[in-house]
């Protein structure tokens, strides 16, 4: 009978699909566990992180290679693929889409500009902004570049950074003041740092541009290391103000998070 042609075809699509899934999450899973390792490992390596048995991880990671999402290096470890990066360029642009309904609740909130930034490398970058309503508010170009130790954004993405990794990343990029107020030790940016973990936000008090103070938190879980900050003249963001803003920061942060982690629509 048809009807039973047909029941007997629809079963048979999950098991299907049910296979084919789990070697995508399988996959997904082994590129994040390459990412933790510094994006080169070896299979007995992946095996041992996993519990998945070689067999199983040599064929995921035949097929990654052919699609261009992994190499296979000359000591036979693998890397994570150049493919990656055009995905993570356009999911980061993405990002900073997805964020701007929550910079401009701060905005609303606090008066003053927000703005989104990652930890790219050994720099960051801001990659949303949403403009303060004031006639004298703070601009902050979308992709523009700093070194993490004269901003607030910095701090909080690198405050539950090891230290040891901490001075490693000041030894590549040296600490240059950018105002008689930058931090240029790194002794003195660790205890930033530890200041940070204490209070639990951060703060670029003239150190980036004299004038100027800027209030951030990291966006905690988020999929890359985030965080979202104000900023504004010195004279608005005072003490005072502190206290009232930073409990919207570490809310908005908080509802960013979930909203990035959450398989559904993001909303603001």
Request: with cysteine; aromatic share 4%; glycine share 8%.
């Given at each position: 009978?048809?009807?039973?042609?047909?029941?007997?075809?629809?079963?048979?699509?999950?098991?299907?699909?049910?296979?084919?899934?789990?070697?995508?999450?399988?996959?997904?899973?082994?590129?994040?566990?390459?990412?933790?390792?510094?994006?080169?490992?070896?299979?007995?390596?992946?095996?041992?992180?996993?519990?998945?048995?070689?067999?199983?991880?040599?064929?995921?990671?035949?097929?990654?290679?052919?699609?261009?999402?992994?190499?296979?290096?000359?000591?036979?470890?693998?890397?994570?693929?150049?493919?990656?990066?055009?995905?993570?360029?356009?999911?980061?642009?993405?990002?900073?889409?997805?964020?701007?309904?929550?910079?401009?609740?701060?905005?609303?909130?606090?008066?003053e500009t927000a703005?989104?930034?990652?930890?790219?490398?050994?720099?960051?970058?801001?990659?949303?902004?949403?403009?303060?309503?004031?006639?004298?508010?703070?601009?902050?170009?979308?992709?523009?570049?700093?070194?993490?130790?004269?901003?607030?954004?910095?701090?909080?993405?690198?405050?539950?950074?090891?230290?040891?990794?901490?001075?490693?990343?000041?030894?590549?990029?040296?600490?240059?003041?950018?105002?008689?107020k930058t931090i240029?030790?790194?002794?003195?940016?660790?205890?930033?740092?530890?200041?940070?973990?204490?209070?639990?936000?951060?703060?670029?008090?003239?150190?980036?541009?004299?004038?100027?103070?800027?209030?951030?938190?990291?966006?905690?879980?988020?999929?890359?290391?985030?965080?979202?900050?104000?900023?504004?003249?010195?004279?608005?963001?005072?003490?005072?103000?502190?206290?009232?803003?930073?409990?919207?920061?570490?809310?908005?942060?908080?509802?960013?998070?979930?909203?990035?982690?959450?398989?559904?629509?993001?909303?603001g």
């Open positions: 009978m048809p009807t039973s042609s047909a029941s007997a075809t629809d079963a048979s699509k999950p098991a299907a699909a049910s296979g084919g899934v789990q070697s995508l999450e399988r996959a997904f899973d082994l590129l994040e566990r390459m990412a933790d390792a510094g994006g080169e490992v070896g299979l007995s390596e992946l095996s041992a992180s996993s519990g998945l048995p070689l067999p199983t991880i040599h064929r995921l990671m035949r097929t990654l290679v052919a699609c261009g999402y992994v190499r296979q290096q000359p000591n036979r470890r693998y890397s994570l693929g150049p493919r990656l990066i055009r995905l993570g360029e356009s999911a980061s642009r993405l990002l900073g889409t997805w964020a701007r309904p929550y910079l401009a609740r701060l905005v609303e909130e606090t008066g703005n989104m930034a990652l930890l790219d490398g050994d720099e960051i970058v801001y990659v949303a902004q949403v403009p303060s309503k004031h006639s004298m508010r703070m601009f902050t170009e979308v992709g523009r570049r700093v070194l993490p130790h004269s901003t607030g954004v910095g701090k909080a993405l690198l405050a539950h950074t090891p230290a040891d990794e901490v001075r490693a990343l000041l030894a590549r990029t040296g600490m240059p003041a950018a105002t008689e240029t030790t790194p002794e003195g940016f660790l205890d930033a740092l530890e200041q940070v973990r204490r209070a639990g936000y951060a703060v670029d008090d003239n150190e980036q541009e004299i004038g100027v103070r800027c209030l951030a938190v990291s966006v905690p879980n988020s999929p890359t290391a985030a965080a979202v900050s104000i900023s504004g003249p010195a004279g608005r963001v005072t003490e005072a103000a502190t206290e009232r803003i930073v409990p919207i920061l570490q809310e908005v942060a908080q509802d960013l998070s979930v909203a990035l982690t959450t398989t559904g629509p993001a909303q």
